[in-house]
């Protein structure tokens, strides 16, 4: 990966958290790539709940119904009945069906190779348009799919990552950060480069850097951290108080 004239500091943290995180934690393994619409699902499915339970969840949804374009025309209780272990399990049937039947509606089949030929911020605008798809599960579909389009995926664990290490604000929403964000990734970063990036940040928030108890005697990067700097200054503050 080869690295870029740099003219944003925060370009130059990314990048020394990127490489720091690769020691850590190694390169992303190698896996198949989903379809599409089959990455929309897991991606839907995924949010507020564990990987390994939405991954489940779709895997059961194609076990019951055979294939997506049965899933568009099932009923809301079977859905939800087969997807119940997912946090919102009644909204995330009536979107998921409501989205598998808009793709057939404007592209005649359940495919999303339309959007092959277009360009990220089209192609992020069109996915937006379907209920229950925002912005981390457009930038999944783009990104963590045979369509391979540079775009950041920024879940969760990588926002609040974001947030404590200055880089976004700390009200900063996943659509605002992944605004902020894009235009500091290295023009030479591929797709799956990104992918990585995401990775190694998404692993840093579950296993380090975690929501209520972050391992900052253990961090790789707590030397960059702005928000345990913050935390350092106000016990001196209050020590000396």
């Not at 991606?43 to 194609?62: C, E, F, I, K, Y």
């Not at 409501?98 to 360009?119: F, S």
Request: charged residues 20%; proline residues 5%; positive net charge.
């Amino acid at each position: 990966m080869q690295i870029p004239l740099l003219i944003d500091d925060r370009t130059q943290t990314l990048l020394s958290v990127h490489r720091r995180l690769q020691i850590c934690f190694g390169h992303q393994p190698d896996a198949p790539l989903r379809d599409p619409v089959t990455q929309m699902v897991k991606s839907m499915l995924g949010a507020r709940t564990r990987g390994p339970v939405s991954l489940q969840a779709m895997v059961d949804l194609r076990r019951r119904f055979g294939d997506w374009d049965q899933v568009r025309v099932a009923p809301i209780w079977a859905i939800e009945e087969t997807i119940r272990p997912v946090t919102f399990a009644a909204d995330k049937a009536l979107r998921l069906r409501d989205a598998l039947a808009m793709i057939v509606a404007e592209n005649h089949a359940m495919t999303l190779d339309n959007l092959a030929a277009m360009g990220v911020t089209e192609a992020l605008t069109w996915l937006e348009r379907l209920p229950g798809v925002g912005r981390k599960v457009s930038a999944s579909v783009l990104n963590q799919t045979p369509l391979r389009k540079r775009a950041l995926v920024i879940d969760t664990h990588h926002l609040r990552v974001l947030q404590r290490l200055g880089l976004v604000g700390h009200k900063a929403s996943i659509t605002q950060a992944y605004d902020i964000m894009m235009p500091l990734m290295p023009i030479t970063w591929s797709a799956a480069d990104l992918d990585e990036h995401h990775w190694l940040l998404k692993r840093f928030g579950q296993a380090l850097c975690t929501y209520h108890q972050p391992s900052c005697s253990q961090c790789p990067c707590s030397d960059q951290c702005a928000s345990l700097w913050q935390n350092q200054k106000s016990r001196r503050h209050q020590a000396s108080a």
